[in-house]
């Protein structure tokens, strides 16, 4: 595969974003002539994030990305040479030189699709040796992605449609790459932009910004503007001077909130007057750097009269600082007030803006029923994700050759489901999500209206449906090295994530103990048989083969617990009674 000409590529994750084991078991596999063995493995998680219902799945494009610019250059490979014993065969250097993702395949949900426990986000098939190379960074690019859009998507399920949700975590992120990961993802997840520019430049995420308090706190009030002259909005009249005007407007405002003249701060004052001259299309106050109601608002009421009196109208004000719902209401009955008073009826219904360590707690309350706030920026708790700052993905080979491989392991919850599979979502009559199911990749397709035997993760039972609906959830995006359909746009992808999302129920949404959403799996015999798994005795049946993989407790405890009679037979398989 020729890799792209993509700086972003290059920068963002090279070859060697990876753990040394997985090189050590690359020579591994070099050694023992397996190398180009075919073989699969899945990406998934095993619960979802946040004590929530659903996750989101993204990080695909990064990952394709990742794939079509792999190639290991010859410091990479001289470099991992070091770090291997001096006395490995020169013969398996070459052969990294030569590796690429051409061979590779790639199957995934599309970006932005709800994603639940278990079901793959990723099936990724070819050459055992490249595929086990790409387990480190494509965990990397796949697992904080969807953890941040889905607790962008929970924010914003807080929120609601109508709050203006804005990421500022860029300088409380985990490096460089960490922010720009959480503003591209935050924004797919459901929030309106960014203040992050490189997102902006890079993936093409919306940018807001205005001024900080460094700005209004740069001003003593002596500074006199190169050029304080401004020409009005729509009309070819006479330039006015601004800060003449901004003087003028002070009276009537301090007069009509009962303030003395001299109360607002003249260097506040001034720096709002030099924003305006800078942006007089785009005015905002930042209120909170002395006091709100003695200074900060005045001076913003009359510089946005001033520019009104030109034809501009200020786009609103931003809180940082004590609180926020009580000042938004608050400052909303003054410009109410103002506005008439003034005749200026636009003033009224400017956007009011917040932020300061806002969580999830704080945003429900911001976002209650008849809240003033109009624009919700988020940093800290969006790009950290402080309740569980890790997905959990893991990567597992689930087959060789063509053979299923499982992992049984000491811990039932690292069990994993062998052989290559498919993925359904069955859908009720409406359209709503019933439940997701796995089953082995050459069986046929569940059909609408026909009962379908499901066991869900965990049941003690199977169950029988028959769905209104059936969607495969799995895509083929990449075969053999060659990407089969343009990838959706980061903005397409946003809009298919609220389209997702708005198909979850109301029972899965909540936030706090919500109703779990059921994966199964159909019943298959052979679905644990391979060269990997103890052969089970002849005279058990197919459930009980079957039941043994998707038990949430260990595979072969729940066979015994079923039906002790054939504990005997079963225990001296496993080499365990």
């Not at 001003?219 to 009005?232: I, Q, R, W």
């Not at 009537?252 to 299309?281: I, K, N, S, T």
């Not at 397409?492 to 129920?505: G, H, I, M, T, Y």
Request: aromatic share 8%; charged share 20%; glycine share 8%.
């Amino acid at each position: 595969m020729a890799a792209e000409q993509d700086p972003e590529a290059r920068a963002a994750a090279g070859p060697l974003l990876t753990d040394l084991y997985q090189a050590t078991m690359a020579l591994g596999y070099w050694r023992a002539g397996r190398a180009r063995e075919q073989a699969e493995f899945e990406l998934f998680f095993r619960g979802c994030p946040f004590g929530g219902a659903f996750a989101l799945a993204a990080g695909l494009r990064d990952c394709v990305r990742f794939l079509r610019a792999f190639r290991l250059r010859d410091a990479d490979v001289q470099f991992l040479a070091s770090v291997l014993p001096p006395d490995t065969d020169p013969a398996f250097f070459e052969h990294l030189r030569a590796l690429d993702c051409s061979d590779v395949t790639v199957r995934a949900l599309p970006e932005g699709s709800l994603a639940f426990p278990n079901v793959p986000l990723l099936q990724v098939s070819g050459p055992l040796l490249v595929v086990q190379l790409l387990e480190t960074p494509l965990l990397c690019l796949v697992s904080y992605a969807s953890l941040i859009a889905t607790n962008a998507a929970r924010l914003r399920l807080i929120a609601g449609p109508e709050k203006r949700l804005l990421e500022m975590g860029l300088r409380r992120a985990q490096g460089p790459d960490g922010g720009l990961t959480a503003s591209t993802y935050s924004y797919l997840g459901g929030f309106d932009g960014s203040s992050n520019v490189l997102a902006g430049q890079l993936r093409g995420v919306p940018l807001a910004g205005t001024l900080a308090h460094s700005f209004v706190t740069s001003f003593s009030g002596t500074e006199v503007p190169p050029d304080p002259m401004l020409a009005p909005a729509a009309s070819p009249g006479p330039r006015v001077d601004l800060t003449a005007r901004v003087e003028a407007w002070l009276d009537g405002v301090c007069a009509h909130l009962g303030l003395g003249v001299q109360e607002p701060h003249r260097g506040e004052r001034a720096a709002f007057v030099a924003y305006a001259l800078a942006f007089p299309q785009a005015f905002q106050g930042l209120l909170d750097t002395y006091s709100v109601q003695r200074s900060g608002l005045p001076n913003f009421l009359a510089v946005a009269l001033a520019l009104g009196e030109l034809g501009y109208r200020a786009v609103g004000i931003r809180l940082d600082s004590g609180d926020l719902l009580q000042q938004a209401q608050e400052i909303r009955g003054v410009f109410r007030t103002v506005s008439a008073r003034f005749q200026m009826p636009w003033l009224e219904s400017i956007s009011i803006a917040v932020s300061n360590n806002i969580d999830e707690k704080e945003l429900a309350r911001l976002a209650q029923e008849g809240s003033e706030v109009n624009v919700i920026g988020i940093g800290t708790n969006v790009v950290t994700c402080p309740r569980q700052p890790s997905l959990g993905c893991v990567y597992k080979l689930v087959s060789v050759g063509g053979q299923p491989r499982m992992k049984l392991t000491e811990d039932p919850e690292k069990q994993t489901l062998p052989g290559s599979k498919a993925a359904f979502r069955l859908l009720g009559p409406e359209g709503s999500l019933l439940l997701d199911v796995l089953q082995l990749a050459e069986e046929p397709p569940p059909q609408a209206g026909q009962e379908l035997r499901v066991w869900p993760h965990g049941a003690r039972e199977a169950c029988t449906v028959r769905p209104a609906g059936v969607e495969p959830l799995l895509r083929l995006w990449v075969q053999q090295g060659q990407l089969c359909e343009p990838l959706p746009s980061l903005a397409e992808s946003r809009a298919f994530a609220q389209l997702s999302l708005s198909r979850l129920s109301p029972e899965h949404k909540r936030l706090e103990w919500p109703a779990l959403y059921q994966v199964g799996a159909r019943p298959h015999p052979q679905l644990a048989l391979g060269p990997s798994v103890p052969t089970a005795p002849a005279s058990l049946s197919s459930s009980h083969r079957l039941r043994c993989l998707i038990s949430s407790g260990p595979w072969w405890t729940d066979w015994v617990r079923e039906d002790p009679r054939e504990n005997h037979a079963w225990g001296a398989a496993l080499g365990t009674r």
